[in-house]
């Protein structure tokens, strides 16, 4: 039960005008600007931009700055914020295969064509504080150049490299120009069973920790799947939509996305033949440990296409899907510390009377 | 895709959007003052903040699914013989959308004034080509240790 | 180009945020006090045979979740790429699937009624509102309406209107609380008759 509690306006207006000063922090330190936070945050702007579901790396800074930091909460003001805007349409399916290529390597393949591109990655760094960052700042270093670019048009190792033998699992083609519907959670509730556009959809924005904790929990041996990275794709595609008032689709821009597509073996089941399985990632933004968790969890969620008994967290659709959602669980989990004056008035009064019920069943008990 | 079924007209008009889709309002502004400063239009539909739901496909080719919203800023104009233009952009800059479409208005009207394109399609292949030079510098050289006798 | 002069899109509504705010603020009004004529927006370019406010308020609440239909006598090219063009609304073939469905006092047929969706007792909200195109409100024959939202009750009288759509609105009261709503759209201003309102002629 809520009942509505009035008399804390001036605390919470006080309250709200403490958090700007904290937000603020020591004025003599220079005031963070959100161009800052855009070039020099990264890749929190890339996680709240996933997880808020809303590709706007300018939207994303100013959220990270107004959340003193706190990424949920800065995930909280983009989907706040896309609920005042119109939809204005469907982009055509974005092609990860024109990609223009930052970062891509394979696990699966040593030498492979286009080669292994590192981009700019933490791998391989020794992950030891260097303290000349505080002492003397950030240098200016202008990377090192090729001679030549990448070749944007490198082979997909799944499509292109693992399929030639037929030794993988076919991912079923539909026309850019179907009808068919593809499930949407922003228009619609998610329902259960949950068709693969949904499950994808969900994942993608869900919580980095959350996937993360379970892609681990299938590697560990919750859901026997071992998987490989076959690749990791790190850049930008190019977005399209095709406008009621034109003939032709158009360009919109681009958008900086990281994929990333595992393959599985797979012993085979009633319904399939031994062979390679699928798992896939894909957010906005670089985010490579959420696109690597999503691939995995994504594999986990095809047990019942691939006729396989579910035995493991990371295979209920029902408990990965309900539970992703990092603005749907604070929401939930943070709710309790909100006024619950009256139901807990009568819990208390509940308690109070068990107490003397039993007091009156068993008095020697209540002596004690 | 639909591609190609475009005819020359809408090809060429397809391609000249992109252009001015990539650039920015700092980049167009200049262009605007000299091909079409003082020409009177009307807005079909003014400038609008919104959102595109960006589709992905499962496997990179497989089934579509929704994997997120972007902002676009549209703009529809109307100059004063009846042509029609229209800017569709990547994020919130209502003055950018706006430029776009009357642009693409503008060369419908007059085909010379989008000469300025190729100024702005160069820069956006160097810097293009700047990254992926960059990109390439991190591409791994695999040697093979000898051991053994010689 | 694209588009030729026959079809050349208008313009839509003068700033789009304030203006469809005005337009909703009016509806509420009208659907929330039956029988009180509010105005429709001034200046406002009409495609194909859309009047005033039927357009303003198509452009104002149609959306892209919102399909619409338009009686085949008012259904052209120019209305149907107007109304994609600014709401991005999906014009649909059949009424049943309509959220909107738009049709002209005058020249429509009026068989469509009863397969407009009404809801169901769980989502009673899942019905139609209909709009129907008339000249103005000082018809020769006067609706009396009672009902929530009226005091005592108001007098209403839509010019013109066919005998067909009063006996089906007397008979989607009685759907309570399903039904459709009922939007009157005279060229310069706009009545509603909700579910909730009894009509008596």
Redesign the interface.
């Known amino acids: 039960m809520y009942v509505a509690v009035k008399g804390g306006e001036r605390a919470i207006e006080n309250a709200h005008k403490l958090l700007a000063e904290k937000r603020r922090g020591n004025p003599d330190i220079p005031e963070i600007k959100t161009d800052q936070i855009r070039e020099q945050l990264t890749l929190s702007v890339s996680r709240v ?2 997880e808020g ?4 790396p ?2 994303a800074s100013l959220a990270i700055k107004q959340a003193r930091g706190d990424l949920i909460e800065a995930v909280f003001l983009m989907r706040a914020y ?1 609920t005042t ?10 092609d ?2 024109t990609m ?4 891509r390597i394979s696990a699966t393949y ?2 492979l064509p286009g ?5 700019p990655t933490f791998d391989y760094t020794h992950r030891l504080l260097d303290f000349t960052l505080t002492a003397n700042g950030e240098e200016p270093l202008e ?8 070749d ?1 048009t490198m082979p ?1 190792v ?2 292109d490299l693992l399929n030639h033998e037929g030794l993988i699992q076919q ?4 026309s ?3 009808h068919e519907p ?6 619609q509730p998610l329902e259960f069973p949950a068709d ?3 499950r ?2 969900n994942l ?2 869900g919580d980095e920790g959350f996937i993360l904790s379970l892609g681990y929990s299938t590697q560990r041996g919750y859901a026997r799947n071992h998987a490989f990275v076959g690749e990791i794709r790190y ?1 930008s595609v190019d ?1 399209e ?15 900086d ?1 990281t ?1 990333c ?1 595992n393959v599985n073996q797979f012993k085979g089941s009633k319904t399939a033949p031994p062979q390679f399985t ?1 798992g ?1 990632g ?1 957010t ?1 933004g670089q985010n490579e440990r959420k696109a690597i968790a999503m691939a995995l969890v994504d594999r986990a969620l095809r047990d019942k296409e691939m006729g396989e008994e579910v035995t493991s967290p990371a295979q209920d659709e029902e408990f990965v899907l309900s539970h992703s959602d990092n603005i749907e669980a604070t929401g939930f989990v943070e709710h309790i510390k909100l006024p619950h004056y009256v139901d807990f008035q009568s819990e208390l009064e509940l308690v109070r009377k068990m107490r003397r019920e039993q007091a009156e069943q068993h008095p020697q008990r209540a002596a004690e | 895709m639909a591609e190609a079924a475009l005819t020359a007209d809408q090809a060429l008009r397809k391609q000249r959007m992109e252009s001015l889709a990539r650039s920015s309002k700092q980049e167009l502004e200049p262009f605007w003052k000299e091909h079409g400063q003082d020409l009177p239009y009307s807005y079909l539909r003014e400038p609008e903040i919104g959102l595109v739901m960006v589709r992905g496909r499962a496997g990179g080719t497989g089934q579509r699914f929704n994997l997120g919203e972007m902002t676009v800023t549209r703009c529809s104009v109307r100059l004063s013989d009846g042509t029609v233009g229209h800017g569709y952009v990547k994020g919130r800059d209502k003055r950018h959308a706006e430029l776009a479409a009357l642009f693409d208005a503008r060369f419908v009207q007059d085909d010379s004034t989008a000469g300025f394109l190729d100024i702005l399609n160069n820069r956006r292949k160097a810097e293009r080509d700047n990254q992926s030079a960059k990109a390439a510098a991190t591409k791994v050289d695999f040697y093979t240790m000898v051991r053994g006798e010689d | 180009m694209d588009l030729g002069p026959l079809t050349a899109p208008l313009s839509g509504l003068e700033n789009p945020a304030f203006a469809s705010n005005r337009i909703f603020r009016d509806v509420l009004e009208a659907l929330s006090r039956p029988g009180t004529v509010v105005p429709a927006p001034e200046n406002l370019e009409t495609p194909g045979k859309l009047n005033r406010a039927a357009t303003g308020f198509l452009l104002a609440l149609a959306d892209m979740e919102t399909p619409v239909w338009l009686s085949p006598d008012i259904r052209d090219i120019q209305t149907e790429k107007h109304l994609k063009f600014h709401t991005g609304c999906p014009v649909v073939d059949q009424c049943g699937q309509a959220v909107f469905a738009v049709a002209d006092a005058r020249t429509s047929n009026f068989d469509f009624l009863n397969s407009l969706a009404v809801g169901n007792p769980e989502m009673p909200h899942q019905s139609a509102t209909l709009l129907i195109m008339i000249d103005g409100f000082t018809g020769p024959a006067a609706l009396t309406l009672t009902g929530p939202g009226i005091h005592s009750k108001a007098v209403l009288a839509p010019d013109p209107i066919p005998d067909a759509l009063i006996q089906w609105a007397q008979a989607n009261q009685r759907l309570f609380p399903c039904g459709v709503d009922l939007i009157f759209a005279a060229t310069s201003s706009l009545a509603a008759l909700p579910r909730t309102t009894r009509i008596e002629v």
């Open positions: 931009m996933a579901s809303l590709y706007d300018d939207l896309r805007l119109p939809r204005f349409g469907y982009s055509l399916p974005i990860t295969g223009q290529i930052s970062r040593k030498d080669g292994q591109v590192l981009g990377a090192e150049s090729s001679s030549e670019g990448v944007n997909r799944l499509d991912e079923e083609r539909v850019d120009e179907s593809v499930g949407d959670l922003t228009r693969r556009d949904i994808l959809q993608s924005r850049g977005v939509i095709a406008p009621e008032e034109l003939d032709f689709p158009i360009h919109l821009g681009e958008i996305i994929e597509e699928r896939y894909l906005f």
